[in-house]
């Protein structure tokens, strides 16, 4: 097990799905902020709460890849799955921060 795809583009193929349901799963993000944010009863606390949701759900997804990933390599150290896992999920998601803030964000970019 590697990290080396990292540091390469994904197919095209590949990318074209995650820009196809990336829309999706980021509309569906933005329902479970918003209606958090509507719960009247937690008053000025529930973007705590709303924001906590997010990562929970995101939780919920990298906990299903991480799965996925140990599922594919079933001999490999459980540690090392997750350690493999971890080193994906940081890369990305510094790499998609700054493509987001640079306003080029392209679902499957290479990490540089």
Known sequence: MTTDYLHREMAEEIMQIGEEIGPQIDALM???????????DLGDERH????SLSFQLCAVMVAKATILLGD?????DPQRVWTTAMTDL???????????????????????
């Open 30 to 40: 933005r329902e479970a902020f918003d209606r958090a944010m509507q719960v009247a």
């Open 48 to 51: 705590h709460d709303a924001l």
């Open 72 to 76: 594919r390599y079933p001999l490999a």
């Open 90 to 112: 940081q890369l990305r998601t510094q790499l998609a921060m700054q493509q987001m803030q640079e306003g080029r964000f392209r679902a499957g970019g290479a990490v540089q």
